[in-house]
């Protein structure tokens, strides 16, 4: 049975900084690597929103347009682990964070297209 396992959320203050891991497990179907992972976040009252994913394969990157240059993702193919650098908070960023599987290439943060979810880590960012 695949599982995610996300760590790392916690209070920070506005400027701040945040390291999310995700701990992956159980992929038997298919080898780790050949699938892609996402974070997600979901802000209360919010629709879940798509904020960054790696193709494990050729570790190829896409972000949102509301995290790029201040979140990066990377992975240790090894560990099975994914990473999420958070600078630069701002309250905004406030959210329980979400790391995701799907099989394949990244299709464009879709949260319909995820196979396999985590089951979250809040990060409160305080002003």
């Known amino acids: 049975e695949v599982q995610l396992v996300e760590s790392g959320g916690g209070l920070v203050q506005a400027g701040g900084s945040l390291r999310l891991s995700c701990a992956a497990s159980?992929?038997?179907?298919?080898?780790?690597?050949?699938?892609?992972i996402a974070w997600f976040r979901q802000a209360p009252g919010k629709e879940r929103e798509g904020i960054s994913c790696?193709?494990?394969?050729?570790?190829?990157?896409h972000y949102a347009d509301s995290v790029k240059g201040r979140f990066t993702i990377s992975s240790d193919d090894a560990k099975k682990m994914v990473y999420l650098q958070m600078n630069s908070l701002t309250p905004e960023d406030t959210a329980v964070y979400y790391c995701?599987?799907?099989?394949?290439?990244?299709?464009?943060?879709?949260?319909?297209?995820?196979?396999?979810w985590g089951k979250g880590t809040l990060v409160t960012v305080s002003s």
């Open positions: 995701a599987a799907e099989y394949a290439y990244c299709s464009g943060l879709d949260v319909d297209a995820m196979d396999y």
């Open positions: 159980g992929f038997t179907k298919f080898p780790f690597d050949d699938y892609s």
């Open positions: 790696i193709t494990l394969s050729d570790e190829e990157t």
